[in-house]
Structures are given as structure tokens and as C-alpha cells.
């Protein structure tokens, strides 16, 4: 070991290829330089900073403060373009089958229950009434089918008639929230630039204060860096930049917070327009809708799913069965699972589940995030010039809804899964899933079917390959403004009804997919089958 003294001069020996290595890329490197922000935000990313600064803060004056007193006066209506031929609405009628003196509670609970809804400070737009279709033939029991979310019972009103047709009084209750008279509230159409700044000058802010300084441009570009007495990124330099750079920030912050207090303070809507025809917009061109009793948890349907079970489905006589759509599916879901007063016997005998909504597609792994760290929980969805084509040809329902009250819906089916060891001996089970559904995923309906299998012989699942990947197979609202013949309609129904009714398997056919979910059997390929839903609104089934 060589001891080292004061003053004594040290001639250390390395090797050539150190020196030319990394010590050698150290001493070319300036201090500044070797700072990892230095090197992330200088030249064109500091420039590009303030070009975005500089608009973001032009926009803001233009797109939030001046028009934010005018955003209350826009009001929409309906697409007139388009197809508008529209469909027959099923109206019930009279039945001499009703005279049936053991079912006489259920009409009175019925009766009321229709009452309450229509008497429902939001009012009920046409086609979201309550629908009843008295049996037509002997009577038998009560059938209860779900509409599905932002939808109405008159989306699976086809079904009516040819349960009816079985000996069924076949009831279709509303869904909590569903059916407002249609009005609109104030929305901000230029809400999402207000997002951007607020997100752009908290995050600008947010690096200058982790930075404690701006790095300049290299070559003194940037003239707000240059200081004539310590030259180029002096210290009074980079202290001008810290100080105009946050200056500007702060501006973009607060006239996008404005943005936001105005449009708070006004009860306007934060809409995002996903529209087919028109692509992602910011605004529902002032047709926010007014649907803010749409249920912010799942307790807001599953306490009302309790409610009509035992306050209107329980009265019944004969055998229950349900079924449902979507939304209507997970509600479904959530019903066949309860008991009659014995604690044993099925409240439900049989249950058919078209599409049960578990999760949503595209978003539905964004919605938490979104909603708990987003904050994004009351943002509207709006379907757009889509949507307002089918309310012109007769659908009714919503075309815009906030991000919560999906999630509170979808809860609803989590719900009912966390549940699931109490499913009833005896209750038959059909699911229905359609193939390439672009709205709901059907890896969880596998899922559901699969868990259902385990618990119970009596359920089967099959893949509807034959409906064009439409999600609401039955709904001849959906999809009459674009001229879709759907000649399953009358197929799907009829095999709905008599599984419902007798528990006659569906059809199906191999699946060369899967082993465990055969593809739904059909006759109406190759144009074997047609439907109208004027000509053939009302059919029989064999």
C-alpha cells in the first residue's frame, strides 16, 4: 500500500482504453448537460412547450370564457336525415283469459306497479310504458322480461306476443331510471379542451417545480435563456425561463379552470360524442339528455329487481319464469337466483339470457380508472347522429349516459357472480351469446356459463352466429333505420318462447371453436327466412 502526504504528487497508471472510454465521455460532457431534464426537455421539446403553452391559452379564451354564457341555448333535435321508416309498436290488447280469479293479486300489484311508474316525476316517454301481454291461450304463469340498459321495454316487446301465445301473462317492467320524458340540459360542446389545459399546466407546473430550473436550448436558441453576464444558460437566464415558462402555465390554468367553474356553476354536462357517422366529438350538440336518476350504484336496480320480486312477481300464480337483454340480462341474472318462502324451490323455473352485459367492451377496462382516479365518473357518453336515426325511426331510450351509470349497471351482474353458490336446484338456464358483440365481452359470458355449468346440469349456452353480430338480436328498433331484414327475429323468438314455456333445449350445431358452446342451430340460412316488423309485427309460433 502506498501512503499519500500533503502536497505529494500522485502519478496513477490506467489503461489506454479506459482513458479513451468512459472517463473520456465524462470529461466531454458539461455539467448542465448530464442532467437527465436537461437532456429530456431542451431544444425542440422546449419549444414545443411553448407553442402548446401559447395555444392552449389562446384556445381557452376562445373556447370557455366567451361562449361559456351562451352554452345554456343549445338545444338539439333529431336527425331528420336518414331512413324514417319506423316499425308497428305492439300494442297489447284485451285478453279473455283474464278472468282467472287466483291471478287477480297479481293484476292489482301489476296494476300498481304501472302506476307508480307513470306517475314518476320524470315522466315516461312513449314506447318506456310498462308493457303487459295477457295470455292469449289457457293460463299458466307470469313471464318477466328485462329491457337492457339505456334501452326500454319496448326493445323486447316481440317476445310478448308469443308468450302470451303459451298460456304466459307476460309482463315488462321498466328498469329504475330508465324512460325520462325527453329534455335536454345545457352541455359544454369545447368541455375536453378545458380537460386538456387543466391537465397540460398542472403537469407543466409539476416539472418546473421537480426540475428547479428549465433547461435552455443548446446553443442559446432560446433567448429567455440568455444572460449578457454569465452568457449562455446563466443563472438569471434559467430563473427568466422558471419564471415566464410558470407564468404561462399558470395563465392556461387558470383560464381552464374558469372553463370549468362556469360550466359547474351553469349545471352544464360534460359530453363526449362516440358517433359512428360523425366520429369522436367533444359536445352532444345540445342534446345532453336528462337522465340523471339512472342509478349510481348497483343497490339502485338490484333494491328495485327485490322490490318487484316481492312486492309484484311473488303474487303469481302458476310458475314464473324471465328472461332478459343486456342490462335486462345481468337483471335477469340477478333474480333467477332467489327462492320462493320455502328456501328451496326456484322462484323462477326457467331463465333465458340474451347477451348478459358483465362487462363492457372497449372501455369497460378503462371505467374504473376513469371514474375513481380520472374523476371522469359524471362524463356522458353520447352515441350521436346514430342514435338520433334510430329515435327518428321509433326507438326509444337514451343516447347519452354518464360513465358511473354504466358501471353501476355493470355492478349489478358482479353482484349476482359473488352470488352465484345460491342458485336454486332445478332452475334451468339459457344463455345466449352472440358472436363478435361489440358491446358487451364475451369472455365473461364464457365465464358465466362455465360457472353456471359447474353448479348446475341444467343450463346450456350457445354462440348466435347467425344475427350479424348484432347485440340486441330481438330489438327490431336497433336497427330498422338501417334496413336490416334480421330474419331471425321469428326464429329466435319462437325458440325463446318454448324453452321459457315447455324447457325445450335450443337448437344448436357444432361449434369448431369450442366443445363447450355450440353455435345456435338455425334454419334461415341462405335467405330461408324473412321479418318485416310491419308486415310480421304480430306471428305465431308452431
Known sequence: MTELTSGAAVELDFPAD????????LAEVSPPQRHVLRTLFSGASFTVLWVTSALCFVIGILVFVVPAGLMSLAVGQADPSGNNRTCTALVPSASPFMTVASQQPFSAAWDAYTARVLSRSEGVRPGCEPLRFPPTASYR?????????????????????????????????????HGNELRYNPDAPNFLWSFLGVALSLAGLLVLCCARWVPCARCCTCHYC????????????????????????????????????????????????????DGVQSGCAGRSEYNDNLPTSASGYTSALDAFD?????????????????????????????TRSDGVTPLYSRAVLFAPYIDVAVIGAYLDFAIHWLGLGELKLDFGRDCQLRRAAGKAGYCNYRLNRIAAMRQVARDALARLDALPAGLAVHTIMVENDGTVTNTDI??????LAARSPNTSICVAKHVDARHSP??????????????????????????????????????????????CGTSCGGGACSYDCVADAWFTCP
Open 474 to 519: 330481438l330489438s327490431i328498433w336497433n336497427y330498422v333505420h338501417m334496413n336490416v331484414p334480421m330474419p331471425w327475429v321469428r326464429e329466435l323468438v319462437c325458440q325463446s318462447s318454448a324453452f321459457l314455456a315447455n324447457g325445450v333445449p335450443f337448437p344448436v350445431e357444432p361449434n369448431s371453436a369450442s366443445a363447450t358452446e355450440p353455435d
Open 310 to 338: 316481492n312486492d309484484v312477481a311473488a303474487y303469481a300464480s302458476g310458475e314464473l319464469v324471465i328472461a332478459g337483454l343486456s342490462g335486462g340480462g345481468s337483471s335477469a341474472l340477478w333474480s333467477m337466483l332467489k
Open 141 to 177: 304463469g307470469v313471464a318477466v322480461v328485462y329491457h337492457g340498459f339505456s334501452s326500454c321495454p319496448q326493445e323486447v316487446a316481440t317476445l310478448g306476443p308469443a308468450l302470451a301465445a303459451k298460456g304466459y301473462d307476460a309482463v315488462f317492467p321498466l328498469l329504475p331510471g
Open 18 to 25: 479506459a482513458v479513451r472510454g468512459k472517463g473520456a465521455k
Open 226 to 277: 440568455i444572460d449578457a453576464a454569465e452568457g449562455c444558460c446563466g443563472h438569471r437566464g434559467r430563473t427568466r425561463c422558471i419564471y415566464t415558462t410558470a407564468a404561462a402555465f399558470s395563465v392556461v390554468l387558470l383560464v381552464s379552470s374558469i372553463g370549468y367553474i362556469v360550466v359547474f356553476a351553469g349545471g352544464h354536462d360534460f359530453c363526449l360524442s362516440l358517433s359512428f357517422v
Open 446 to 451: 364464457s365465464r358465466l356459463a362455465t360457472s
